[in-house]
Nanobody, 121 residues
Framework: VQLQASGGGLVQAGGSLRLSCAASGRTFSSYAIGWFRQASGKEREFVAAISRSGDSTVYGDSVKGRFTISRDNAKNTAYLQMNNLKPEDTAVYYC???????????????WGQGTLVTVSS
């Protein structure tokens, strides 16, 4: 499956953005989708993941209560709604796919190219 993340940009602290992860190739609904982020000079961090059907989600502690992951299998797209953004959310955000719901980036087989989110204070 090929993934393409989009929707990043510059936003002020307290603002919102919605990222999209569009998939093509293999059956989108066969894969759980995860979002990860990597800030400059830091390791990649788990943000959120959603199961193949969308009935299960998990979140990283730093985004819990502010970010919401969802998916529309009919549109082959997953989303990450980010609210109450903080400067520390600034990073390149990646979507990734694998068969089972998981927090570990090393489990994911397919990755999108990343989209930059910059939150100004």
């Amino acid at each position: 499956v090929q993934l393409q993340a989009s929707g990043g940009g510059l936003v002020q602290a307290g603002g919102s953005l919605r990222l999209s992860c569009a998939a093509s190739g293999r059956t989108f609904s066969s894969y759980a989708i995860g979002w990860f982020r990597q800030a400059s000079g830091k390791e990649r961090e788990f943000v959120a993941a959603i199961s193949r059907s969308g009935d299960s989600t998990v979140y990283g502690d730093s985004v819990k209560g502010r970010f919401t992951i969802s998916r529309d299998n009919a549109k082959n797209t997953a989303y990450l709604q980010m609210n109450n953004l903080k400067p520390e959310d600034t990073a390149v955000y990646y979507c990734a796919a694998q068969v089972t719901l998981n927090r570990g980036s090393h489990f994911y087989d397919y990755w999108g190219q990343g989209t930059l989110v910059t939150v100004s204070s």
